[in-house]
């Protein structure tokens, strides 16, 4: 807990309960959860907190750059992990889960490449594939096309 309060100050937040453990739900997880989702979490240790607090929290934590926001769909799903890495995002049921296929790419390589190359300063990688999981793929009725 001392670590992520350590974290929380150097990066100038105020350190609260519900930040702290927030911020220890997301780095506690290999998942992606959206917000609504860590508010039902949280609120199993912190009865009281608001969704609203869940939300700024979140604002917060990615503003200060110790977690990223990651789109899909119609929600936002939030991560800890902040060595540049791979996304699968389902386009049916939304899942949102971290890839570790070995594609051949080094994504921490990626950025001084560019730069040496172009001038082109890279602030962030991000690698969504998008499509369905094998859940939702399994489950589709969609007839494959052929082709003429």
């Known amino acids: 807990m001392d670590s992520m309060a350590d974290k929380l100050r150097a990066k100038g937040l105020k350190v609260t309960p519900q930040r702290v453990a927030i911020y220890g739900l997301l780095l506690?997880?290999?998942?992606?959860?959206?917000?609504?989702?860590?508010?039902?979490?949280?609120?199993?240790?912190?009865v009281a907190v608001s969704f609203n607090t869940v939300y700024t929290t979140l604002h917060?934590?990615?503003e200060a750059g110790l977690i990223q926001k990651l789109h899909s769909g119609n929600a936002a799903?939030?991560?800890?992990?902040?060595?540049?890495?791979?996304?699968?995002?389902?386009?049916?049921?939304?899942?949102v889960s971290d890839c570790t296929v070995d594609i051949g790419i080094d994504l921490l390589g990626v950025g001084p490449r560019v730069q040496a190359a172009r001038g082109f300063r890279t602030e962030?990688?991000?690698?969504?594939?998008?499509?369905?999981?094998?859940d939702c793929a399994a489950n589709d009725n969609i007839i494959p096309r052929t082709k003429h």
């Not at 998942?31 to 949280?42: C, I, S």
């Not at 799903?77 to 995002?89: I, R, V």
Request: aromatic share 6%; net charge negative; proline share 4%.
């Open 28 to 46: 506690g997880t290999n998942e992606h959860p959206t917000a609504e989702r860590l508010w039902e979490e949280v609120k199993k240790e912190h």
């Open 60 to 62: 917060a934590l990615v």
């Open 77 to 95: 799903h939030y991560d800890a992990k902040m060595k540049p890495h791979m996304h699968l995002s389902c386009q049916s049921c939304g899942e």
């Open 124 to 134: 962030k990688i991000e690698l969504t594939l998008y499509g369905r999981c094998a």
